[in-house]
């Protein structure tokens, strides 16, 4: 029940850090991922933060790969470093 609770708590403050309910796309999913995969390791809270900061880049790399290709542009990559 704590483990459930801990997750949950982590949840909450990663939302209550978002600015706008859009922005916590990919979050939620990640979170609870995240503190499932954590419990295993003994490390609920923070498998949790981590799983909330990977799915909303991962959130973010879909969104931006669909509005590129809606706009009809290539998709961006990064720029190869020398």
Known sequence: ?????????????ALSLQTGTASAKGCIKGA????VAGHFAH???T???AGCVIGRHEA??????????TNG???SAAP???
């Not at 704590?2 to 909450?12: E, F, N, P």
């Not at 609870?32 to 503190?35: K, Y």
């Open 32 to 35: 609870v991922v995240g503190g």
């Open 73 to 75: 542009a290539a998709p």
């Open 1 to 13: 029940m704590r483990t459930l609770l801990s997750v949950i708590a982590a949840g909450a403050l």
């Open 43 to 45: 490390h609920t809270v």
């Open 60 to 69: 973010n790399k879909r969104a931006r790969e669909q509005r590129d290709r």
């Open 80 to 82: 190869a470093s020398k």
């Open 47 to 49: 498998g949790a933060v």
